[in-house]
């Protein structure tokens, strides 16, 4: 992995008290084989993969292949998330079976889905899961809409990081609200990472850029021609919208200004 490639060690994000050098977390769905997968997530140069305990073996299958033979826990930190799951009892029960199956791991993703169509989150019930996991000790990130109201609510009861949709799942339509987002960056005191709806490089540098902590995305990837080199495109864009963020960039104007200094010139 570059160095070079990865953001700067003081400038890390923290997620429940652990350090990473990479702002891109990834899924690991859609692709077409485990080399795939494995290939385009080395290319990502993410540390954060998610993994959908429904519909993917981590050992629940000993008769099938284990995922975390291609993504070793040793390597990466495993997120498990509770993507399909529809009721608030549905999402725990997966969470209960990630922290069997992961030898008592406590970090998950919380998603709990209100419409099949749209996959938006169903807020109430994702309040009440996520309410019922923090107590239980497990430290929650979640899924939510790019409603502020919503966002705040869930940092307040103790989730160590909140995910507003940029767009639907799947959808690659980009950040379909940006001054929501932004509200929610400004009012946060906990990592806020853009989860779903991200297309192309592009999208992934706008999240950066109005200040998220993070991206998680899968569907761009894994949906590319070339998922290998999409991921790569992803890494940079991440590091690049960081980078300008930080920079600040120049204020907008109605009308030209002159990029050469004019003033004092003898004509």
Same mark, same amino acid.
């Given at each position: 992995?570059?160095?070079?490639?990865?953001?700067?060690?003081?400038?890390?994000? *923290?997620? /429940?008290?652990?350090?990473?050098?990479?702002?891109? !977390?990834?899924? #690991?769905?859609?692709? =077409?084989?485990?080399?795939?997968? %494995?290939?385009?997530?080395?290319?990502?140069?993410?540390?954060?993969?998610?993994?959908? @305990?429904? $519909?993917?073996? @981590? &050992?629940?299958?000993? +008769?099938?292949?284990?995922?975390?033979?291609?993504?070793?826990?040793?390597?990466?930190?495993?997120?498990?998330?509770?993507?399909?799951?529809?009721?608030?009892?549905?999402?725990? $029960?997966?969470?209960? !079976?990630? %922290?069997?199956?992961?030898?008592?791991?406590?970090?998950?993703?919380?998603?709990? !889905?209100?419409?099949? =169509?749209?996959?938006?989150?169903?807020?109430?019930?994702?309040?009440?899961?996520?309410?019922?996991?923090?107590?239980?000790?497990?430290? *929650?990130?979640?899924? #939510?809409?790019?409603?502020?109201?919503?966002? =705040? $609510?869930?940092?307040?009861?103790?989730?160590?990081? *909140?995910?507003?949709?940029?767009?639907? @799942?799947?959808?690659?339509?980009? @950040?379909?609200?940006?001054?929501?987002?932004?509200?929610?960056?400004?009012?946060?005191?906990?990592?806020?990472?853009?989860?779903?709806?991200?297309?192309?490089?592009?999208?992934?540098?706008?999240?950066?850029? !109005? &200040?998220?902590?993070?991206?998680?995305?899968?569907?761009?990837?894994?949906?590319?021609?070339?998922?290998? $080199?999409? /991921?790569?495109?992803? %890494?940079?864009?991440?590091?690049?919208?960081?980078?300008?963020?930080?920079?600040?960039?120049?204020? %907008?104007?109605?009308?030209?200004?002159?990029?050469?200094?004019? +003033?004092?010139?003898?004509?």
């Amino acid at each position: 992995m570059n160095a070079q490639l990865q953001t700067q060690p003081n400038d890390a994000l *923290v997620i /429940a008290g652990k350090s990473y050098a990479s702002r891109l !977390l990834v899924g #690991t769905g859609k692709y =077409k084989d485990p080399d795939e997968t %494995r290939r385009a997530i080395e290319a990502s140069g993410a540390q954060i993969v998610t993994v959908a @305990i429904r $519909r993917t073996n @981590i &050992g629940q299958d000993k +008769s099938q292949p284990n995922l975390l033979d291609v993504l070793p826990p040793a390597r990466y930190t495993i997120l498990p998330n509770t993507a399909g799951c529809y009721t608030a009892e549905d999402a725990l $029960r997966t969470c209960r !079976l990630a %922290r069997e199956l992961l030898d008592g791991h406590a970090l998950v993703k919380l998603e709990v !889905l209100g419409d099949p =169509k749209t996959l938006y989150p169903d807020i109430p019930a994702t309040l009440k899961a996520a309410e019922t996991l923090i107590r239980e000790g497990f430290q *929650v990130m979640v899924y #939510t809409s790019d409603d502020p109201i919503a966002a =705040k $609510r869930l940092e307040e009861m103790g989730c160590v990081a *909140v995910m507003p949709l940029a767009a639907p @799942i799947g959808s690659g339509l980009g @950040i379909q609200n940006r001054y929501n987002v932004l509200t929610i960056v400004e009012n946060a005191k906990v990592p806020i990472l853009v989860d779903a709806g991200v297309g192309t490089a592009s999208d992934a540098a706008i999240a950066m850029e !109005l &200040g998220c902590d993070g991206v998680l995305m899968n569907t761009a990837i894994a949906e590319a021609k070339d998922p290998v $080199r999409m /991921a790569g495109a992803m %890494r940079h864009a991440i590091i690049a919208g960081r980078e300008a963020f930080l920079a600040g960039r120049m204020p %907008r104007r109605r009308f030209a200004s002159a990029s050469s200094p004019v +003033s004092g010139l003898p004509f």
